[in-house]
């Protein structure tokens, strides 16, 4: 199974998701067609506690709300998911949706959510990841993964190409 990653370029932070996973997340954004939708990231953290890997991304709750620009993540099955997956050490990692026919970049609301996420103890998630799939899932796709840091807010995390490196901050 082929491995995507990505990586900040001081090499602080970086993010592993498997090909499958990936493929799993851009059939829901098919699926979606013109609306937004998402879910949250599950996985681990390397024994360095530098990069996380994704082991499995949730569809969108069936509570969730979606339109054309916005999408309202629901709730709904996703503790009873997570508990299970507490027992083998996977754990809340962060927040995955799609920007159908649009760029993979934050919105002001993505932002705020992520700061939400940072300082809400019940998530256990002081730097949540933000993945963001935009463009067309039929064809012409592309992905953007980030961290949200408290004190220094969102970095992006650029894919690092097989056998590369991530770029150098310019």
């Known amino acids: 199974m082929v491995d995507r990653h ?13 090909e499958a996973e990936l493929a799993k997340v851009v059939k829901q954004c098919f699926k979606a067609g013109r609306k937004e ?3 949250i990231l599950v996985g681990r953290y390397t024994a ?10 949730s569809d969108a709750p069936q509570d969730s709300h ?3 620009t916005w999408f309202s993540r629901g709730v709904a099955g996703l503790q009873r998911w997570l508990n299970g ?3 083998s050490e996977t754990f809340y990692l962060g927040e995955w949706h799609f920007h ?3 760029l993979a970049s934050p919105s002001v609301d993505d932002l705020a959510e992520m700061r939400s996420i940072s300082t809400t103890e019940s998530y256990h ?7 963001i799939v935009g463009g067309d899932p039929k064809k012409d796709w592309h992905i953007k993964v980030f961290v949200f840091l408290a004190y220094e ?7 690092v190409k097989a056998g590369g490196s991530a770029p150098n901050d310019a």
């Open 125 to 131: 998630c002081p730097e949540p990841l933000l993945m």
């Open 85 to 87: 997956l507490w027992k």
């Open 100 to 102: 159908p026919f649009a």
């Open 153 to 159: 807010g969102l970095r992006e995390l650029p894919e």
């Open 6 to 18: 990505f990586r900040s370029p001081d090499k602080r932070f970086g993010v592993q998701i498997s």
């Open 48 to 57: 360095a506690h530098d990069c996380a890997v994704v082991t499995s991304a």
């Open 37 to 39: 939708t998402g879910g």
């Open 66 to 68: 979606a339109g054309g």
